[in-house]
């Protein structure tokens, strides 16, 4: 009976070991293998757009760190934020930021912001980001280290 127990249990931890090892894979890949549809990156300068309306938010201003500062991004329907080069908003000093850290989505004439599984999470205005959550201007987006205020 003990024996059977004793071998039962060994399986268990093994099983575990297994997933646990399964689990790491899975994170790293994620960090490695970037963006799936890469997106053109840069800052741009902001054009005049009549069709937003007033407290839409239509650009992310980088305001953190200091030797970035004032960088701009004008927001489509969905902008990436990341590390990786395919990124919208291509922050690749930032050793902080996933590879794909978040997303800046339309909704409904809305902005919204939504982690997407980063290691070190996203925070608006020093609120952990869960699921998505809406940006309105002046809001500071914390993508790793770097700080964004949406205009």
């Not at 249990?9 to 093994?14: E, F, G, R, S």
Request: charged share 20%; glycine share 14%.
């Amino acid at each position: 009976m003990t024996d059977s127990l004793l071998g039962l249990l060994k399986l268990c931890l093994l099983a575990l070991l297994y997933l646990f090892f399964v689990r790491v894979l899975w994170a790293v890949w994620t960090e490695v293998r970037g963006p799936r549809t890469p997106a053109p990156s840069g800052a741009t300068p902001a054009p005049k757009t009549k069709g937003r309306k007033r407290g839409e938010v239509g650009r992310l201003t980088i305001t953190e760190p200091k030797p970035l500062r004032g960088a701009a991004y004008d927001l489509g329907t969905e902008t990436t934020v990341g590390r990786g080069a395919g990124c919208a908003v291509s922050i690749p000093d930032d050793t902080y930021a996933s590879t794909l850290h978040a997303r800046v989505f339309q909704r409904d004439g809305a902005t919204f912001v939504e982690d997407l599984g980063s290691t070190n999470g996203t925070y608006v205005n020093g609120q952990p980001v869960g699921g998505p959550v809406q940006l309105h201007k002046g809001d500071r987006l914390q993508v790793g280290s770097t700080v964004l205020e949406a205009g």
